[in-house]
T-cell receptor, first 114, second 118 residues
Framework: NAGVTQTPKFQVLKTGQSMTLQCAQDMNHEYMSWYRQDPGMGLRLIHYSVGAGITDQGEVPNGYNVSRSTTEDFPLRLLSAAPSQTSVYFC?????????????FGSGTQLSVL | AQTVTQSQPEMSVQEAETVTLSCTYDTSESNYYLFWYKQPPSRQMILVIRQEAYKQQNATENRFSVNFQKAAKSFSLKISDSQLGDTAMYFCAFISNAGGTSYGKLTFGQGTILTVHP
């Protein structure tokens, strides 16, 4: 099994450009989420989804859109990139009913906005 | 809302020695989990150890153990017999077990960079 797959691993954008960070998991997990990691701030939750067709905002949702049309995929869209969105982005998934609350993380996407 | 604080931005230790990373948290809940994640230079997030709040016994995983003080809201990680491969960023994290809107939402600390010297 591949687990949680994120693409691309690295990306450079110009201010105002749009792009989609892809996330796919093959574990049939209901719960998926996006975090951003910034120096001195740890990881912060951007958006999450508890199942296909259901999404909600996390701690830092501004500037990002998400959708969940299938259980497997949870893309993160930047409609108009800003330098403040320069960060490392992680996608994570978890099955419902997981008593140990373990999140499975992707390998991350390093995004630079110039 | 929960907060997690790691007050040590950087730590260093000699190989084979013991080091303790500190973490404090704030919550009004009584049912939750605490975690330590390791992030090596590869950027991968690796779960090191977890602790369930209702368990008084401190969790242990090989060379890694925690000191969980629920009343003090403290959750430190002790690494014994440090190895070069332990060099990484370490994150403390909290998750509620209350379900509902808190499901799956990890709150992370700022991270501690640990360097193990030969």
């Amino acid at each position: 099994n591949a687990g949680v797959t994120q693409t691309p691993k690295f990306q450079v954008l110009k201010t105002g450009q749009s792009m989609t960070l892809q996330c796919a998991q093959d574990m049939n997990h209901e719960y998926m989420s996006w975090y951003r990691q910034d120096p001195g701030m740890g990881l912060r939750l951007i958006h999450y989804s508890v199942g296909a067709g259901i999404t909600d905002q996390g701690e830092v949702p501004n500037g990002y859109n998400v959708s969940r049309s299938t259980t497997e995929d949870f893309p993160l869209r930047l409609l108009s990139a800003a330098p403040s969105q320069t960060s490392v982005y992680f996608c994570a998934s978890s099955p419902f009913g997981d008593r140990v609350k373990k999140l499975f993380f992707g390998s991350g996407t390093q995004l630079s906005v110039l | 809302a929960q907060t997690v604080t790691q007050s040590q931005p950087e730590m260093s230790v000699q190989e084979a020695e013991t080091v303790t990373l500190s973490c404090t948290y704030d919550t009004s809940e009584s049912n939750y989990y605490l975690f330590w994640y390791k992030q090596p230079p590869s950027r991968q997030m690796i779960l090191v150890i977890r602790q369930e709040a209702y368990k008084q016994q401190n969790a242990t995983e090989n060379r890694f153990s925690v000191n969980f003080q629920k009343a003090a809201k403290s959750f430190s990680l002790k690494i014994s017999d440090s190895q070069l491969g332990d060099t990484a960023m370490y994150f403390c994290a909290f998750i509620s077990n209350a379900g509902g809107t808190s499901y799956g939402k990890l709150t992370f600390g700022q991270g501690t960079i640990l360097t193990v010297h030969p």
